[in-house]
């Protein structure tokens, strides 16, 4: 895996159609919905709730279109009711989930934060994932690289990242090889597709997570 944060490539598995864009896409890098007893719209992030999934990217465009141009309702072919403000609730449940699974692979000893743990992870080829946060010093943060055929996660704030490991705010981070570490990789890069311009070059407003 290289900075840009992108899963192994798992393009084997299933794969499902986003209503917004029409491309077809491995349904563990989409957006699961499904309609609840009472016709309104769910985001089922885990991919487990019952129901016939409705799929969209993980782009905000995506889920705005999806959301305003009547997708939902043509997909589930019935009435439906979207929640206000769609693509900011998904990247609010997505972070949330991306900071829990770093939170239980610290609790594991999988993880650890800080500058001089991460550079000693990182020294020792123990580190499969460097975790960095979006508004931390560029010049702090260029002193790390992501380890060899490992990933890069940059999108999360430093108050997210904190929350993950117990404090306030964390700027740096890492994570061991299996595990969790997959799953992180895979929940982060949906979380991207939310948060980071299409080109890579900055970072679209993230809110703080609690």
């Keep these: 895996?290289?900075?840009?944060?992108?899963?192994?490539?798992?393009?084997?598995?299933?794969?499902?159609?986003?209503?917004?864009?029409?491309?077809v896409q491995p349904k563990h890098g989409l957006l699961r919905f499904?309609?609840?007893?009472?016709?309104?719209?769910?985001?089922?992030?885990?991919?487990?709730?019952?129901?016939?999934?409705?799929?969209?990217?993980?782009?905000?465009?995506?889920?705005?279109?999806?959301?305003?141009?009547?997708?939902?309702?043509?997909?589930?072919?019935?009435?439906?009711?979207?929640?206000?403000?769609?693509?900011?609730?998904?990247e609010g449940m997505l972070a949330r989930r991306v900071i829990d699974l770093i939170s239980l692979a610290r609790k594991g000893g999988h993880a650890v934060s800080g500058y001089e743990k991460v550079k000693d992870w990182l020294a020792k080829d123990e580190a499969e994932v460097l975790i960095q946060a979006s508004d931390g010093s560029e010049r702090g943060k260029s002193k790390l690289s992501t380890p060899y055929g490992g990933?890069?996660?940059?999108?999360?704030?430093?108050?997210?990242?904190?929350?993950?490991?117990?404090?306030?705010?964390?700027?740096?981070?890492?994570?061991?090889?299996?595990?969790?570490?997959q799953r992180v990789v895979?929940?982060?890069a949906r979380l991207k597709g939310l948060r980071v311009s299409d080109d890579g070059s900055g970072h679209r407003k993230g809110k703080k997570t609690r």
């Design 1 to 23: 895996m290289g900075r840009a944060g992108q899963p192994k490539d798992r393009s084997e598995g299933p794969e499902r159609k986003c209503i917004a864009t029409g491309e």
């Design 34 to 90: 499904v309609v609840d007893p009472n016709g309104g719209i769910v985001p089922d992030l885990a991919h487990k709730l019952p129901g016939r999934g409705i799929w969209v990217a993980s782009d905000p465009a995506a889920l705005e279109k999806a959301a305003t141009k009547g997708l939902f309702a043509r997909a589930a072919r019935s009435a439906v009711t979207v929640p206000d403000g769609l693509p900011a609730l998904v």
């Design 151 to 181: 990933s890069f996660i940059g999108w999360l704030t430093a108050d997210e990242l904190g929350q993950a490991f117990g404090r306030q705010t964390t700027i740096h981070a890492a994570l061991h090889a299996g595990g969790l570490s």
């Design 186 to 188: 895979e929940e982060a």
